[in-house]
């Protein structure tokens, strides 16, 4: 899968990450791990398994967020996230980065807060009769998670993008009411992933993705219940390549470019099915997964390493959040009565 990232010469440090909520999927590939890939190799990175905020959209269940954490985590070592390049921590570990946020809320008016689109989306799409606090807050939580390590960079889908605009919005204001603290971080944005389904965008909750730890049947059963172009109702008729679900896949994850090429020509001509075209992108999912499972399995068969990577990540983070807590409260003529106070 190409991946044209121009990585600019200030950039230092990138910081993402995902909220526990399940398995990842290829939809989380596209739109953001692979730009983790790629950085790991040029920058420092931090990545963030964001279990608070799972809290602004659930307070039911919660039974369920350890084995979610697990999940997520073996995802990132999966793809190839390295924790001997990139720091992979639990957002709850490292609690200063709440004392980060409540200092930032002083800096966002109410309104500026309701202004998030995404805030009245998730409203809508959870079907929550009234937003809590914590979602009204979960951007500014976001933009602590960022600023609390200095992230200048933040790959981001499209729909995450109005986030780090204000998190743009909380470094300029503090550096520029106390003294210049924080970066102004840049957000390259990732495609969404169209849905199984048609559907604008992959996701979990709409049931019309292919998970990274899809065995082959399930991939197979998957590719061939996806929509393709509702007017071809033969294979001798010619369809449609463009916008078609099925193409959109194998331009992603098929490496075969040829064949991709090939195919595309026969069925603008009405000259090859539907059958055989998801086949081939079964193969060509399957054949991207594979180490994907292999690199999964060995780390699953070893719970006590992933829990050690995620601690020893967790305590560099926390360091992290601490310096910049300390800068913060320096900054602000927020020392009293902590020269000598021991906790």
Known sequence: ?????????????????????????????????????????R?????IIADLHV????????????????????????????????TIYLQ???????EIAWLFM?????????????LKQAVRDLQLESASVALLSYPILQAADILMVKGDVVPVSKDNASHI???????????RLYRPV????????????????????ASKSLGNVILLSDDAETVRRKVRSMFTDPRRIRADIPGRTRGNPVFIY???????????????????????GDVEVKERLARAINRFLEPIRQRRAYFASRPALVDEIVYEGSRRARAEARETLQEMREAMGLTHFRRGWTS
Request: charged share 30%.
């Open 1 to 41: 899968m190409n991946l044209d990232l121009q990585v600019k010469p200030t950039w230092r440090r990138m910081l993402t990450g995902d909220r526990p909520t399940g398995p990842l999927h290829l939809g989380h590939y596209v739109g953001s791990l692979r730009y983790r890939l790629a950085l790991q190799e």
């Open 43 to 47: 920058i420092e990175c931090f990545v």
């Open 55 to 86: 809290l602004t959209t659930r307070t039911e269940r919660l039974e369920e967020l350890e084995a979610n954490v697990r999940e997520v985590v073996l995802d990132y070592l999966a793809v190839g996230i390295d924790p001997r390049k990139t």
């Open 92 to 98: 709850s570990l490292v609690p200063e980065v709440l």
């Open 106 to 118: 002083s800096l966002v008016s109410v309104p500026r807060a309701q202004r998030i689109p995404t």
């Open 165 to 175: 605009e204000l998190t743009r919005e909380i470094a300029r204001r503090f550096n």
């Open 182 to 201: 924080f970066p102004e971080p840049d957000s390259p944005i990732g495609p969404l992933l169209v849905g199984l389904d048609g559907q604008k965008k």
């Open 250 to 272: 194998h331009d992603f994850f098929n490496d075969d470019r040829a064949e991709v090429e090939e195919l595309k020509q026969r069925y603008r001509r009405g000259r090859v």
